[in-house]
C-alpha cells in the first residue's frame, strides 16, 4: 500500500472513488481510522499507514429519515446507518435494497460504490450499504 498519498479525507474519498475503503492505520498502536485523522486519538502518534478493509460489515444503528437535505429530499424516506468494519472501524451511509421494516441492528452489509450518488463533499461519499 502506498504511504505516499496524505492522511486526508480528499483522498479517503478519492479511493472510494476507486471503489476502496482505506483506513489510517496507526503505526505505534494499530489503531485503525477512516476517515483518517492526522493524530491518533488513542496514543497520539501522528505515524500512519494507509490499509484496505474489506467492504463488509455489521450494522450497529440505523434512523429512517423522512426529511432530507433538499439535494436528497427525492431519495426521502430513506435508511441512514452506521456499519462496524473491521477494526472496529465505523461508517455512516445510506441504506439500499432492503426494505425499512426488515433492516436489523446487528444485520451483515455490504459497502457497495455508487457514482450516481450526488455529492456534496466532504459529507455525502459516493457509497452505500446493502444486503450481501
Ligand atoms: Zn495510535
Known sequence: ??????FTIEQFY??????????AKCNK?????????????NCLS??????????????????????APEKFQ?????????LELEHGVRLPGIIQGVKHEDIKVGMELQVDFDAS??????QWPRYFFRPP
Not at 1 to 6: L, Q, R
Not at 29 to 41: D, E, K, M, W
Open 46 to 67: 501522528t505515524d500512519f499507514t494507509w490499509v484496505q478493509l474489506k467492504n463488509r460489515g455489521k450494522l450497529l444503528t440505523y434512523t429512517v429519515i423522512h426529511i
Open 14 to 23: 478519492k479511493f472510494i472513488g476507486e471503489g476502496k475503503i482505506m483506513g
Open 74 to 82: 427525492p431519495m426521502a424516506p430513506y435508511a441512514y446507518g452506521i
Open 29 to 41: 498502536c494499530g489503531a485503525v481510522f477512516a476517515p483518517p485523522r492526522t493524530v491518533c486519538s
Open 1 to 6: 500500500m502506498s504511504e505516499t498519498y496524505p
Open 117 to 122: 450518488i450526488p455529492q456534496t463533499w466532504p
